[in-house]
């Protein structure tokens, strides 16, 4: 099982729908809106990083509202 933090920045606007659209994602087991440079933080669970990659590429970057992602593996 693989965990990362999931860094978000979201438009103007658009924070608490990115965060309620990636909390409903397979494998969210956190979204939060947060201040400071990112909008929404998430805490998500995979298979391996293959899983995660897709999960972050295909599912989080096609929301509504995200603008870019940064993503910190938990070692």
Request: with cysteine; glycine share 8%; aromatic share 2%.
């Amino acid at each position: 099982m693989v965990q990362a933090f999931v860094l978000i920045r979201a438009r103007a606007g658009k924070a608490s729908s990115v965060a309620e659209g990636v909390g409903k994602l397979a494998g969210c087991k956190m979204a939060c809106m947060v201040t400071g440079r990112y909008d929404v933080i998430v805490l998500i669970e995979a298979a391996d990083l293959k899983s995660l990659a897709e999960t972050i590429l295909s599912k989080i970057h096609t929301i509504e509202g995200v603008e870019s992602t940064e993503t910190a593996i938990v070692v």
